[in-house]
């Protein structure tokens, strides 16, 4: 179940000042050593051995990343890196080392067509949402937004098999 805070916007020049969101709240982490854990109680084979192949899966999909292909996994995803450029009036004053910056990884979840042609997240097929029944404010979350007061947690709804709520 994915859980989420109500929040306000509360900005003193928002034009959608007093309107009330919902905001996904991610509890725990899920890391590789958990995951590597969870899929050898699935199958015959080790924890130590997911998570060589894991190892060695990061290791080859930086090989590609940074040799410039497009790494797709499958039921995942694809990956693909980025950057940002600086823009120069003439081209030839263009220069790699002082213009481009910031490389960065982009991340494309698979996705599918439903029925109706719209577009849906193969990870997310099913997925439910509940309010949390307590909450508070973090730090992490968007200034100038507060969050509602705790109620009871109840049931915000289902995503059908075509992907919407």
């Not at 450029?85 to 790699?96: A, H, N, Q, T, Y």
């Not at 991340?107 to 042609?117: C, K, M, S, V």
């Amino acid at each position: 179940m994915i859980n989420f805070k109500m929040y306000q916007d509360n900005r003193k020049k928002s034009p959608k000042k007093g309107y009330w969101y919902a905001r996904a709240h991610v509890q725990g982490l899920a890391d590789i050593k958990y995951l590597a854990g969870r899929i050898s109680n699935t199958c015959t084979v080790t924890e130590s051995d997911i998570l060589a192949v894991i190892s060695a899966l990061v290791t080859e999909m930086s090989y590609a990343l940074k040799d410039g292909k497009r790494v797709l996994i499958n039921g995942l995803g694809s990956f693909k890196a980025s950057f940002r450029s600086r823009g120069v009036e003439k081209l030839k004053d263009f220069k790699p080392a002082t213009h481009i910056y910031n490389p960065r990884i982009i991340f494309l979840p698979e996705t599918a067509r439903a029925g109706d042609n719209s577009r849906y997240k193969t990870m997310l097929l099913g997925w439910k949402v509940s309010e949390l029944s307590t909450y508070k404010q973090d730090s992490a979350d968007a200034p100038g937004l507060k969050p509602k007061a705790a109620e009871g947690g109840h049931s915000a709804g289902v995503v059908s098999d075509n992907g919407t709520l």
